[in-house]
């Protein structure tokens, strides 16, 4: 008799992304449907909530049919149903736990809650097994983070934004420099051509902690920009953005390489959003390599960076494992955050 | 209306702190100022002075962040991306209504779920110095009066 395969199908949707996947044994993708909002945002610079659950409301069964197709399988061959629960947008959460509640329900499968932020790490599962104790850097447009895992599937904050985010502050200065949102990769490539000539300010580099501070370049940069428009003059734009990124990269990187000196961890896993910035991922192989510390670094694929139903697959069989299972009173929490380290 | 000028950060945040003793529930502030203006730094003066002991992060992401950890329940909301929607489906009366106090980022985009009375703080940069601001307290119905007169009576 053959062992029955563990298959989890996983539903995000805490932004602008609805996505469902197939997850065989907590690292095999068997499908990832996403269906992306971009687009319908690039039009109100950011994400707006009302937009955003009525996408989810049209996508989610589309994209639930489509994974299980993709995969092959039906929903008698499942083991059980993850979901993101927070944190994110309150409507849009709500419409892939009331999506997953009612597939769990129906079919007598498990229902397990999963934190949107533990799934950004374990999309890194599927570039190798993990190792704990392991540290994680987790940056995107709601988050800075550094985060270390103690053991699989626990997580302690050890160093946070005292203000904006990273992923923020790219879509702020991209509203300055007339870039449109999501501003991040057009500024990363911006940022290649140029040189970094303005010398913005490091924020809380000289302090002992792991945290992180975003709003004082935000302001720099606001700045910089204001008074060479008020004496008619034009920035080159390339200049600012290298300038820029290389604030972000060098404070993510210094304190990434703070954290990591302090711990006796040797895998290193960047993920969220602005996982996918090229000058964060040279910069980060660079200091390590020059560290001499045995630190893997482990960036998932530029597919699985973004918000993604893989993802949640792949921290839902830890959970599984553990028996982590939700009841029919689930609920969105939007403020959803792990705990920060006593 | 009263007015405070401020050179640094530190100060804008001293003035919210003063506030934020005499909050009470119900009550909404709006912050009216560009990006970088100083709206943030404020709001963290003022949950300071609510006694609340988390880092106050900017909503802009979220568009709500709520700390319980203070004297009051403290809302923060950035409406910042709602500027061609509003915010009509959002629900926001209910932290109008609710038992803590609401800062409003960008108020301006969401004008009709208002309440009628609240205090707007204006924060104008300096055009010479990137460091000074004014600050405009601006006390729309008699509560908001009150609420100006006990935090800054001297």
């Excluded at chain 1, 449907?33 to 319908?40: N, R």
């Excluded at chain 2, 009550?27 to 880092?55: N, Q």
Aim: glycine content about 8%; aromatic content about 8%; hydrophobic content about 45%.
């Amino acid at each position: 008799m053959s062992k029955k395969r563990e298959l989890i199908l996983a539903f995000e949707s805490s932004c602008d992304e609805t996505s469902v996947a197939v997850i065989e044994d907590g690292h095999r993708i068997l499908s990832n449907i996403i269906a992306t909002q971009i687009k319908s945002h690039q039009r109100f610079g950011g994400v707006v909530p009302e937009v955003a659950s009525r996408h989810h409301v049209e996508q989610i069964t589309f994209c639930t049919q489509a994974a299980l197709e993709e995969a092959g399988v039906t929903y008698t061959d499942l083991t059980a149903v993850a979901v993101t629960y927070g944190p994110g947008l309150v409507g849009a959460l709500l419409i892939g736990v009331t999506a997953a509640k009612a597939i769990a329900y129906a079919h007598h499968l498990p229902l397990i809650p999963i934190n949107h932020m533990a799934g950004h790490i374990y999309a890194a599962r599927f570039v190798k097994p993990l190792e704990y104790p392991l540290l994680a850097l987790l940056v995107s447009g709601g988050h800075t983070e550094l985060v270390l895992m103690a053991a699989a599937g626990e997580f302690e904050i050890i160093g946070d934004t005292r203000d904006d985010a990273a992923g923020e502050a790219y879509d702020k200065i991209g509203r300055v420099l007339g870039v449109p949102y999501p501003a991040g990769k057009e500024i990363d490539r911006l940022a290649h051509l140029g040189q970094d000539t303005f010398d913005f300010p490091r924020a809380m580099l000289k302090e002992e902690n792991l945290d992180f501070s975003f709003s004082g370049l935000k302001s720099a940069f606001i700045n910089t920009v204001h008074h060479a428009d008020q004496i008619g003059e034009t920035l080159n734009r390339e200049n600012l953005a290298a300038s820029f990124q290389a604030s972000v990269v060098e404070v993510l990187t210094e304190k990434t390489m703070r954290a990591a000196r302090q711990l006796d961890v040797h895998q290193l896993v960047v993920a969220g959003g602005v996982a996918a910035n090229q000058g964060l991922r040279e910069e980060l192989a660079e200091a390590i390599k020059a560290s001499g510390l045995d630190l893997d670094l482990i960036v998932p694929p530029l597919r699985l960076c973004g918000d993604n139903g893989a993802m949640i697959g792949a921290a839902a069989h830890i959970e599984l494992k553990k028996e982590t299972f939700a009841n029919l009173t689930l609920n969105a929490v939007p403020g959803l955050d792990f705990p920060y380290r006593a | 209306m009263l007015e405070f000028k401020t050179i640094n950060p530190e100060q804008t945040i001293a003035i919210a702190k003063q506030l934020g003793q005499q909050v009470q529930a119900g009550d909404v502030l709006l912050l009216d100022g560009d990006l970088g203006a100083g709206k943030t730094t404020f709001t963290k003066g003022l949950a300071a002075g609510l006694g609340i002991e988390r880092y106050v992060k900017s909503p802009t992401f979220t568009l709500i962040r709520e700390y319980q950890d203070g004297r009051l329940p403290l809302y923060h909301m950035d409406v910042y991306r709602l500027e061609e929607t509003g915010a009509s489906d959002l629900g926001l009366e209910e932290y109008f209504d609710g038992n803590g106090v609401s800062v409003v980022e960008w108020s301006q985009f969401i004008a009709e779920e208002l309440p009628s009375d609240y205090l707007t703080i204006h924060f104008n940069k300096d055009v010479r110095d990137d460091q000074v601001r004014t600050l405009v307290l601006e006390p729309h119905g008699a509560h908001y009066e009150a609420l100006v007169r006990a935090s800054f009576a001297d």
